[in-house]
């Protein structure tokens, strides 16, 4: 159980201040998840590099197994720029096959390497620990950029680890992210169906699933907007969830209403946390009108895209 | 006539609420609270008639457990408005999430605008009146007490009540089970008017009446079509 | 052969086709749905309880203490977390919430006026607060239930404490039942409900859903009384380690996990049976659960469900509760099934040592029900003094079995005083299994995090 929050620009100028913005609601929803917290950062996006944050391992000197595991990938792909942050490698590089195809060979090259987040503009940020610290990490108040997701995490039943932790990247897609409030209870079911289809989980955490699902039905042709819609028709169980594209911003929830969304618009925004308190604290001055979502429904916010993507 | 004000930025729930207690003690008949920023628990289980405005958005179960005071939201409120109250009123200019009027055993509760899921749920007294319009399940299981949706609802209204009844001016996705609908009386709309006018809502919608049916009232195997789905 | 005396044969019944399943078939066969009871758990199977469990008390390597002369302690202080006026105690046992409705006036005031005598606590049940049970029980907890029938703010803030449930160990993930016949005039305008109508309560609280709103909640129970008392949560259970994790990060200050062999006074038959884990298994995942979040010893544990003795209840407190509840014992002290007016035993179609009746209302000892002629039959003060006697008996074994081990407070038994008579109780605790000095299988089986072991 947890707290989401998305915030989306609906002006397109690639300016507003997400990482602060992402913060300030976090904060004011640590007391729902106080486990971990993360966010998901949709950037400018420059040219066709790909940036992707890479989880180098679990213990140990995180800042030599990072540039140990740049040095390798820069055999297999042009690497623009490498660098290391606390647990995570970043890399800007070029690839002109498919996506699963990397994430494939850079986690085959060493134990506990997962390709935590990858697109031409998301960039996913996750640890054990409050808001406050990823800040004092990461250095997430300086971000700049279109839309963001967000999310802390009070584990319902699966470990407390960063692996563990949200947004997740739907491993496939470029630049789809999700975060979700609520615990889906055929997942078990549904990951059955597609780890029959050689699909891997890179944890037992049912919010995986949602990514899984989504990218599932965009590589066979729907868009997210049907894809959410179809999601409706999937899950059982208790989920508000966010789902985030290159260009796009989008919610979901259940039939029953189980887990709170509000929703705060302006015209030149858009807001959505599970408790108003956390689209106060990050716009105090702002008139907002703020609504519940409704059951059974899902939206998207979109800005046309900048630079075309090729998946 | 005393008024006292507080200013919620850089204090804690408890700070406001203690702030609110001792200002009631020191007899002060209407508090404004400025900023409130949609915090959760504000006033509640205020047992004195004092007014509290409330100069903003407001989180869960405001005005909950309450007993006698006037409260008035100049924003939204978050889920579980005035849950269990027993007394008292609440009006609230934004809207509502949900749960609004959960359980209140007495006392009006009015939400200007829309409501979201379960309005009204197992409400044992009392009035909840909603100017806008109710998300998925409102009514449900309503033992006593009178719901007025001036607007629209959504799928599984008045589900498995009691003795509860629900006045809706505009559409219904859909019904819960066991209810029946029927025109108002005469003496329904008088109630409507009366009810309405005092706050300022719409009267003049087409408003129907929905009880309990009672087949859900004692089990019978002979109704099993309506039992098996909520067995 | 052919001209043999008539010889009885041998009877082969099956052990899957057993007597009661093929009564329950016919029964369900005219009822159309499925069938409602009261009490306690009534599986053939035996299932792993505390009976597989023994202490080991003193005898060269520790030194026991003398009885009657050399004081064991049995105060319990619950609440420590947050509250400013914790519950104090003079016995780990303490009366579960059984409500007015369940049970008949004479009952709750008898279990008020007896928890008074011996210095412990009852609680409202579902239904609200009975004027008389809180001018009878000097500490009485108020429990807040996904009904709220009679909630009263009022009442709530005269409480010495609020037990938030979310569901119980007879019929956990469900709502509470009270079938027609118990719905009486008073009943029925306590609860605000047409009387005679076949009372079910929703299985969720109204106005929060998970873990993550119930933090607002409990802040909300904690502002309502001021900080001053206690904030219980009461579940079921299920996924015990991980509810109790939940509850603790939410803000509870005690834990209250009640075991499948909780009492009920009515539940689908099939939820009594089927549901929920043993209150052995349970009290071992709440104290794991609380000591992988540093919070054991912080957020005190009550276990309930099926606690018979002091034998019972001092294993309880060794594998890691600070209190236990009892529910069906005490109703059992009253005169639950107590071979007096016999014939109206057999009017239900039972017989006294046998009876779970408590849904009809019919209760033939004037406990489980709302007639006022039946209950009449249980005058208060010699009801009272039969609980109080028990709750004397039940702490006086409690404490033997601590002097004996060498313990001068209850509450420095420990696992460590214990070993398992058989291999699953051996898995399931991590007491070692008797004649080794190993727990069998390295249990307990559910996820530990820290290391990593496999997941349960």
Same mark, same amino acid.
């Given at each position: 159980?947890?707290?989401?929050?998305?915030?989306?620009?609906?002006?397109?100028?690639?300016?507003?201040?997400?990482?602060?913005?992402? @913060?300030?609601?976090?904060?004011?929803?640590?007391?729902?998840?106080? $486990? &971990?917290?993360?966010?998901?950062?949709?950037?400018?996006?420059?040219?066709?590099? @790909?940036?992707?944050?890479?989880?180098?391992?679990?213990?140990?000197?995180?800042?030599?197994?990072?540039?140990?595991?740049?040095?390798?990938?820069?055999?297999?792909?042009?690497?623009?720029?490498?660098?290391?942050?606390?647990?995570?490698?970043?890399?800007?590089?070029?690839? $002109?096959?498919?996506?699963?195809?990397?994430?494939?060979?850079?986690?085959?090259?060493?134990?506990?390497?997962?390709?935590?987040?990858?697109?031409?503009? @998301?960039?996913?940020?996750?640890?054990?620990?409050?808001?406050?610290?990823?800040?004092?990490?990461?250095?997430?108040?300086?971000?700049?950029?279109?839309?963001?997701?967000?999310?802390?995490?009070?584990?319902?039943?699966?470990?407390?680890?960063?692996?563990? &932790?949200?947004?997740?990247?739907?491993?496939?897609?470029?630049? @789809?992210?999700?975060?979700?409030?609520?615990?889906?209870?055929?997942?078990?079911?549904?990951?059955?169906?597609?780890?029959?289809? $050689?699909?891997?989980?890179?944890?037992?955490?049912?919010?995986?699933?949602?990514?899984?699902?989504?990218?599932?039905?965009?590589?066979?042709?729907?868009?997210?907007?049907?894809?959410?819609?179809?999601?409706?028709?999937?899950?059982?169980?208790?989920? &508000?969830?966010?789902?985030?594209?290159?260009?796009?911003?989008?919610?979901?929830?259940?039939?029953?209403?189980?887990?709170?969304?509000?929703?705060?618009?302006?015209?030149?925004?858009?807001?959505?946390?599970?408790?108003?308190?956390?689209?106060?604290?990050?716009?105090?001055?702002?008139?907002?009108?703020?609504?519940?979502?409704?059951?059974?429904?899902?939206?998207?916010?979109?800005?046309?895209?900048?630079?075309?993507?090729?998946? | 006539?005393?008024?006292?004000?507080?200013?919620?930025?850089?204090?804690?729930?408890?700070?406001?609420?203690?702030?609110?207690?001792?200002?009631?003690?020191?007899?002060?008949?209407?508090?404004?609270?400025?900023?409130?920023?949609?915090?959760?628990?504000?006033?509640?289980?205020?047992?004195?008639?004092?007014?509290?405005?409330?100069?903003?958005?407001?989180?869960?179960?405001?005005?909950?457990?309450?007993?006698?005071?006037?409260?008035?939201?100049?924003?939204?409120?978050?889920?579980?408005?005035?849950?269990?109250?027993? #007394?008292?009123?609440?009006?609230?200019? #934004?809207?509502?999430?949900?749960?609004?009027?959960?359980?209140?055993?007495?006392?009006?509760?009015?939400?200007?605008?829309?409501?979201?899921?379960?309005?009204?749920?197992?409400?044992?007294?009392?009035?909840?009146?909603?100017?806008?319009?109710?998300?998925?399940?409102?009514?449900?299981?309503?033992?006593?007490?009178?719901?007025?949706?001036?607007?629209?609802?959504?799928?599984?209204?008045?589900?498995?009540?009691?003795?509860?009844?629900?006045?809706?001016? #505009?559409?219904?996705?859909?019904?819960?089970?066991?209810?029946?609908?029927?025109?108002?009386?005469?003496?329904?709309?008088?109630?409507?008017?009366?009810?309405?006018?005092?706050?300022?809502?719409?009267?003049?919608?087409?408003?129907?009446?929905?009880?309990?049916?009672?087949?859900?009232?004692?089990?019978?195997?002979?109704?099993?079509?309506?039992?098996?789905?909520?067995? | 052969?052919?001209?043999?005396?008539?010889?009885?044969?041998?009877?082969?019944?099956?052990?899957?086709?057993?007597?009661?399943?093929?009564?329950?078939?016919?029964? %369900?066969?005219?009822?159309? =749905?499925?069938?409602?009871?009261?009490?306690?758990?009534?599986?053939? =199977?035996?299932?792993?309880?505390?009976?597989?469990?023994?202490?080991?008390?003193?005898?060269?390597?520790?030194?026991?203490?003398?009885?009657?002369?050399?004081?064991?302690?049995?105060?319990?202080?619950?609440?420590?977390?947050?509250?400013?006026?914790?519950?104090?105690?003079?016995?780990?046992?303490?009366?579960?919430?059984?409500?007015?409705?369940?049970?008949?006036?004479?009952?709750?005031?008898?279990?008020?006026?007896?928890?008074?005598?011996?210095?412990?606590?009852?609680?409202?049940?579902?239904?609200?607060?009975?004027?008389?049970?809180?001018?009878?029980?000097?500490?009485?907890?108020?429990?807040?239930?996904?009904?709220?029938?009679?909630?009263?703010?009022?009442?709530? %803030?005269?409480?010495?404490?609020?037990?938030?449930?979310?569901?119980?160990?007879?019929?956990?993930?469900?709502?509470?039942?009270?079938?027609?016949? %118990?719905?009486?005039? %008073?009943?029925?305008?306590?609860?605000?409900?047409?009387?005679? +109508?076949?009372?079910?309560?929703?299985?969720?609280?109204?106005?929060?859903?998970?873990?993550?709103?119930? +933090?607002?909640?409990?802040?909300?129970?904690?502002?309502?009384?001021?900080?001053?008392?206690?904030?219980?949560?009461?579940?079921?259970?299920?996924?015990?380690?991980?509810?109790?994790?939940?509850?603790?990060?939410?803000?509870?200050?005690?834990?209250?996990?009640?075991?499948?062999?909780?009492?009920?006074?009515?539940?689908?038959?099939?939820?009594?049976?089927?549901?929920?884990?043993?209150?052995?298994?349970?009290?071992?995942?709440?104290?794991?659960?609380?000591?992988?979040?540093?919070?054991?010893?912080?957020?005190?544990?009550?276990?309930?469900?099926?606690?018979?003795?002091?034998?019972?209840?001092?294993?309880?407190?060794?594998?890691?509760?600070?209190?236990?509840?009892?529910?069906?014992?005490?109703?059992?002290?009253?005169?639950?099934?107590?071979?007096?007016?016999?014939?109206?035993?057999?009017? *239900?179609?039972?017989?006294?040592?046998?009876?779970?009746?408590?849904?009809?209302?019919?209760?033939?000892?004037?406990?489980?029900?709302?007639?006022?002629?039946?209950?009449?039959?249980?005058?208060?003060?010699?009801?009272?003094? =039969?609980?109080?006697?028990?709750?004397?008996?039940?702490?006086?074994?409690?404490?033997? *079995?601590? =002097?004996?081990?060498?313990?001068?407070?209850?509450?420095?038994?420990?696992?460590?005083?214990?070993?398992? *008579?058989?291999?699953?109780?051996?898995?399931?605790?991590?007491?070692?299994?008797?004649?080794?000095?190993?727990?069998?299988?390295?249990?307990?089986?559910?996820?530990?995090?820290?290391?990593?072991?496999?997941?349960?």
């Amino acid at each position: 159980m947890c707290g989401i929050v998305g915030f989306f620009d609906k002006t397109g100028s690639g300016n507003a201040p997400i990482g602060k913005i992402m @913060l300030r609601m976090l904060e004011a929803l640590c007391r729902r998840g106080p $486990d &971990s917290a993360g966010v998901a950062l949709y950037g400018p996006a420059t040219n066709d590099a @790909l940036v992707l944050n890479v989880k180098v391992g679990e213990h140990g000197d995180f800042r030599e197994k990072g540039l140990q595991l740049a040095e390798k990938i820069r055999h297999f792909a042009r690497v623009h720029q490498a660098s290391v942050l606390g647990e995570y490698l970043r890399l800007r590089l070029e690839w $002109d096959q498919g996506v699963r195809q990397l994430q494939k060979q850079i986690e085959a090259l060493s134990e506990g390497v997962e390709v935590v987040s990858l697109g031409k503009q @998301l960039e996913i940020i996750k640890q054990v620990g409050s808001p406050d610290a990823l800040n004092h990490t990461y250095g997430i108040d300086s971000f700049v950029g279109h839309h963001a997701l967000g999310h802390t995490r009070m584990s319902t039943e699966s470990k407390v680890d960063l692996s563990h &932790s949200q947004p997740f990247w739907a491993h496939g897609i470029a630049d @789809l992210a999700s975060v979700h409030n609520g615990h889906i209870t055929n997942y078990h079911k549904l990951r059955r169906q597609y780890e029959q289809r $050689d699909i891997r989980f890179y944890t037992e955490n049912d919010s995986e699933i949602i990514g899984v699902f989504l990218a599932d039905q965009m590589e066979h042709g729907m868009d997210l907007k049907d894809a959410l819609k179809a999601s409706l028709r999937t899950f059982d169980g208790s989920y &508000s969830y966010l789902a985030a594209s290159a260009n796009t911003l989008a919610y979901a929830k259940d039939r029953f209403a189980y887990k709170p969304l509000v929703i705060g618009e302006t015209d030149e925004f858009v807001a959505l946390a599970t408790e108003e308190v956390a689209i106060r604290a990050a716009f105090p001055n702002e008139t907002i009108s703020t609504r519940e979502a409704p059951a059974n429904y899902s939206h998207t916010w979109s800005v046309p895209q900048e630079v075309a993507v090729n998946y | 006539m005393k008024k006292a004000s507080i200013d919620c930025r850089g204090k804690t729930t408890r700070e406001i609420n203690v702030q609110i207690r001792d200002f009631i003690a020191d007899h002060a008949t209407e508090i404004e609270i400025l900023s409130p920023a949609a915090r959760h628990n504000l006033g509640v289980a205020t047992i004195e008639p004092v007014k509290m405005v409330f100069d903003g958005s407001v989180g869960y179960f405001c005005g909950g457990m309450i007993d006698g005071p006037e409260i008035l939201v100049r924003g939204s409120a978050g889920w579980g408005l005035g849950e269990t109250m027993m #007394g008292g009123t609440i009006v609230v200019e #934004g809207n509502a999430g949900n749960g609004a009027g959960a359980a209140i055993r007495n006392g009006t509760v009015v939400v200007r605008g829309h409501a979201a899921a379960r309005a009204g749920i197992s409400m044992k007294g009392g009035l909840l009146m909603i100017g806008g319009s109710v998300g998925y399940m409102s009514g449900f299981m309503m033992q006593k007490g009178t719901l007025i949706v001036c607007g629209d609802a959504a799928e599984g209204l008045a589900d498995s009540m009691y003795l509860g009844t629900v006045y809706i001016g #505009g559409k219904f996705e859909s019904l819960g089970h066991d209810t029946e609908v029927s025109e108002p009386t005469d003496e329904d709309w008088k109630f409507l008017r009366e009810n309405l006018s005092r706050f300022e809502l719409p009267c003049d919608r087409p408003f129907r009446k929905i009880v309990a049916g009672r087949r859900l009232w004692n089990f019978d195997k002979k109704d099993f079509d309506i039992w098996k789905a909520v067995l | 052969m052919e001209s043999s005396p008539v010889v009885r044969p041998v009877l082969r019944r099956s052990s899957v086709w057993r007597e009661d399943i093929i009564e329950d078939i016919h029964g %369900k066969a005219q009822l159309g =749905r499925y069938q409602y009871r009261g009490f306690s758990t009534l599986r053939g =199977r035996p299932m792993p309880s505390f009976d597989d469990l023994v202490f080991i008390p003193a005898s060269l390597t520790r030194v026991p203490l003398e009885g009657y002369r050399e004081d064991c302690s049995t105060r319990t202080i619950l609440g420590t977390r947050f509250a400013k006026k914790p519950i104090e105690l003079e016995t780990p046992i303490m009366v579960t919430g059984m409500s007015f409705g369940a049970l008949s006036l004479n009952a709750k005031v008898a279990l008020a006026k007896a928890a008074t005598a011996v210095g412990t606590s009852t609680s409202t049940g579902d239904g609200g607060m009975l004027p008389e049970e809180r001018e009878n029980s000097r500490i009485l907890i108020y429990e807040v239930l996904p009904s709220r029938y009679g909630t009263n703010v009022h009442h709530l %803030k005269s409480a010495n404490g609020i037990e938030l449930a979310i569901g119980q160990g007879a019929k956990p993930g469900t709502g509470g039942v009270l079938l027609g016949a %118990k719905v009486s005039d %008073k009943i029925a305008e306590m609860r605000d409900l047409p009387p005679g +109508v076949d009372q079910r309560s929703p299985c969720r609280h109204p106005d929060w859903m998970g873990p993550d709103d119930m +933090v607002a909640k409990i802040e909300e129970l904690r502002e309502a009384t001021d900080w001053q008392v206690p904030i219980f949560v009461k579940m079921g259970a299920t996924r015990v380690y991980d509810d109790v994790k939940l509850a603790a990060k939410s803000g509870a200050d005690v834990v209250v996990v009640d075991g499948m062999e909780g009492g009920t006074g009515a539940s689908p038959d099939i939820l009594i049976d089927h549901t929920g884990i043993p209150t052995l298994a349970a009290v071992c995942e709440a104290r794991a659960a609380l000591e992988d979040i540093r919070l054991y010893g912080v957020v005190q544990l009550i276990i309930a469900g099926g606690i018979r003795t002091g034998a019972d209840a001092a294993k309880a407190l060794a594998l890691g509760a600070d209190a236990v509840y009892l529910g069906t014992a005490a109703l059992i002290a009253l005169n639950c099934n107590r071979p007096i007016y016999i014939e109206d035993y057999h009017k *239900l179609g039972t017989e006294p040592h046998a009876c779970h009746h408590c849904h009809t209302g019919r209760c033939p000892v004037g406990i489980t029900t709302q007639d006022p002629e039946l209950t009449a039959r249980l005058p208060i003060d010699e009801a009272a003094e =039969r609980v109080t006697n028990f709750f004397h008996a039940l702490t006086s074994e409690i404490q033997m *079995l601590a =002097r004996a081990c060498g313990k001068a407070d209850v509450h420095d038994l420990e696992p460590e005083d214990l070993r398992a *008579l058989t291999l699953e109780s051996s898995m399931i605790t991590g007491v070692p299994l008797v004649g080794t000095r190993y727990p069998f299988g390295g249990g307990p089986g559910w996820q530990r995090e820290e290391t990593g072991a496999p997941q349960g």
